[in-house]
C-alpha cells in the first residue's frame, strides 16, 4: 500500500512537472510571437506630407536627425570609455601571506619519550594546526616588478601562541587603504586553494594527502555577497602528525577578465606571456594594422607573415571574424602560485616559531566608468520609441486609407474593375487554379489539384511537407488552411 501511494505521488509530481514545462514554453512561444509582431519602423511613410496640415512631418523628420546624430555621439562616448579600461596599465597591490603552525599532544609535550623515538601507538594523538593569513599592505614600490618574493621577516615573529604581532601596522593606518583591507580579503583574490602533502597517503593518519577549498559559483553579473564560509582573511585546518611534513600551498586566482598563459607562438607576436582573451585579439588587431596585414576594404582579410603563420597554422590569410575562436587552442588557464611550507612540530620550532612570510602581485582591477543614465530611465526611453512605432504603424494604415478611397472617389468604375482584377488573381493564386504556377504554359494547375492521388501534385515531397507544416501550428485543428 505504501509503495502504491508512493508511487501514485511520483505520478502525480511528473504529471505537474511536464503541465509546468509546456505552460513555460508556451508563454515562450506567445513572448516570441509578441516580440516578432510588435512594430519597429519609426520612419514616416512616403507621401505623407502632402496630406497631413502644417509643418508635423517636417518637425518629425529633422527631430529623427537630431536623433540619429544623438545616437551616433552617445556610442561614440561609450567606445571612448570602454578604450581606456582595455588599454590601461594593470594595477596591481600587494598582498602578504603569513604561514605558520601550532602544535598540541606532541610526544616530546607530554615528557613520557624520547623526541627521536619511534611511537608503535597507532591511536595518534598528536596535532598541528596551519594557519594561512593573507592581507593587503601598503605600497612600499610600485614599481616592483616581481610577483613572488619569498622571505622571513624577523620584526613578523609571532607570539608565544603562534599568533602574529601587528601592533607596530596599526598605529597610522591611512583610512583609504584601511577601507580597502576591510573589503578586500584573501579569499576575494583566489578561486581555489589546495594544501598538497610532500608523504605517502599511507602514512598519513587519515589517508589523506591533499586538502581543497573553492570559493562558491555565483551567478555572473551578481552582486550578491559570498557566503560568509567563502569571505575570510584567515585559513585554518588541523591534522593528526607527531613528525615534520613537507607541503605545497597553491592559490589558483580568480581575475575577471580571466588571464590566460599564451602559447610560444602567440607569445611571440604579443610580447607577452599572459593577457585576458579581449586583450589578445585587440592586440593581434594592433599586430596587424602595425605591420599593414589587412588586405580588404573592410580590413576583413588578413594576410599572415611568419609569425601569423605560427599562429594559425601556416594559413597564408584568416578572416579576422574568425580569430576569436582560432586562438582559444593558445590560451590556457594559469598555473597556481605555489608556496612551499614545512610543517614543524620539533621543540626548537615550538620555543621560537617563526612564520614563513611571502609577498604576492595582484591585480586590481579599475573602478567601473559611472553611468549618468538609470534603469528606469532606460525603460522610459524604450515605452516611448515603442509608442512612436505603433503611432507610425496606425499613420501607414490611414495613409493607406486615404489612397484607396481617393483612387475610388476619380474613377469609381476603373478602380472596381482593377480592384475585383487584382481580388480574382489573389484567389486563384490561392486555388491554385493560376497559369503562374506552370510557367509559359498557361493550363493552370486546377485540374492537377482536383485529381489527387499519390501519383499528383499532392504526392510530391513539397506538398506533404507544407501541409504537415500547416496543421502542427498553433490553433489549427487540421481541417483547413
Given amino acids: 500500500t505504501m509503495n502504491a501511494s508512493h508511487s501514485r505521488s511520483q505520478a502525480a509530481e511528473l504529471e505537474q512537472q511536464r503541465r509546468a514545462e509546456a505552460e513555460r514554453k508556451q508563454s515562450a512561444m506567445s513572448n516570441a510571437k509578441r516580440r516578432a509582431e510588435k512594430p519597429t519602423d519609426k520612419n514616416v511613410p512616403e507621401g505623407v506630407e502632402g496630406l497631413i496640415v502644417g509643418p508635423g512631418v517636417q518637425q518629425y523628420k529633422r527631430l529623427r536627425e537630431v536623433e540619429k546624430k544623438l545616437d551616433a555621439i552617445m556610442m561614440r562616448k561609450k567606445l571612448d570609455q570602454q578604450e581606456p579600461l582595455h588599454n590601461t596599465i594593470k594595477r596591481y597591490s600587494t598582498l602578504r601571506i603569513w604561514i605558520s603552525n601550532t602544535i598540541e599532544n606532541q610526544p616530546w609535550q607530554g615528557g613520557q619519550m624520547d623526541e627521536n623515538a619511534f611511537d608503535f601507538n597507532m591511536d595518534v594523538a598528536a596535532t598541528y594546526k596551519v594557519k594561512i593569513e593573507g592581507r593587503l599592505i601598503e605600497e612600499e614600490d610600485p614599481d616592483e616588478p616581481s610577483e613572488k618574493d619569498s622571505e622571513e621577516e624577523g620584526n613578523e615573529a609571532p607570539e608565544a601562541d603562534g599568533t602574529m604581532n601587528r601592533e607596530h601596522e596599526k598605529k597610522s593606518p591611512e583610512p583609504k587603504q584601511a577601507q580597502l583591507r576591510q573589503k578586500t580579503k584573501l579569499s576575494h583574490f583566489f578561486k581555489q586553494i589546495t594544501i598538497d602533502f610532500d608523504r605517502n597517503k599511507n602514512l598519513q593518519p587519515d589517508n589523506t594527502t591533499q586538502i581543497e577549498w573553492k570559493k562558491p559559483q555565483l551567478p555572473p553579473q551578481s552582486n550578491a555577497p559570498l557566503p560568509p564560509a567563502a ?87 584568416v578572416q579576422f571574424p574568425f580569430v576569436p575562436s582560432m586562438i582559444m587552442q593558445h590560451l590556457t588557464p594559469l598555473h597556481p602560485l605555489s608556496l612551499p611550507y614545512t610543517i614543524r612540530v620539533d621543540p626548537e620550532y615550538y ?93 493552370g494547375l486546377a485540374g492537377e489539384w482536383r485529381k489527387g492521388g499519390r501519383d499528383g501534385v499532392w504526392g510530391t515531397e513539397q506538398v506533404r511537407e507544407g501541409v504537415a507544416l500547416m496543421t502542427q501550428k498553433p490553433g489549427r485543428d487540421g481541417r483547413g488552411f
Fill in 231 to 317: 569571505d575570510f582573511d584567515c585559513l585554518e585546518f588541523e591534522r593528526k602528525s607527531d613528525e615534520n611534513i613537507n607541503c605545497t600551498i597553491n592559490f589558483y586566482r580568480d581575475e575577471n577578465p580571466e588571464r590566460m598563459q599564451l602559447s610560444r607562438e602567440l607569445a611571440t607576436v604579443l610580447d607577452t606571456t599572459e593577457d585576458d582573451r579581449a586583450s589578445v585579439i585587440m592586440g593581434l588587431w594592433e599586430y596587424v594594422k602595425a605591420m599593414g596585414l589587412a588586405q580588404d576594404d573592410d580590413k576583413r582579410l588578413i594576410q599572415c607573415d611568419d609569425k601569423l603563420k605560427a599562429v594559425f597554422g601556416g594559413r597564408e590569410s
Fill in 351 to 443: 620555543n621560537n616559531p617563526m612564520p614563513t612570510v611571502y609577498t604576492l602581485r595582484v591585480p586590481t582591477s579599475p573602478p567601473p566608468p559611472s553611468t549618468s543614465i538609470s534603469i528606469p530611465e532606460l525603460k522610459q526611453l524604450a515605452a516611448y520609441d515603442d509608442h512612436i512605432a505603433l503611432l507610425i504603424q496606425a499613420l501607414s494604415a490611414s495613409q493607406r486609407k486615404h489612397s484607396f478611397f481617393t483612387g475610388y472617389s476619380k474613377d469609381p468604375v476603373t478602380f472596381v474593375k482593377r480592384w475585383m482584377s487584382s481580388q480574382k488573381r489573389d484567389i486563384e493564386v490561392v486555388l491554385g487554379e493560376s497559369g503562374r504556377m506552370e510557367g509559359d504554359t498557361g493550363m
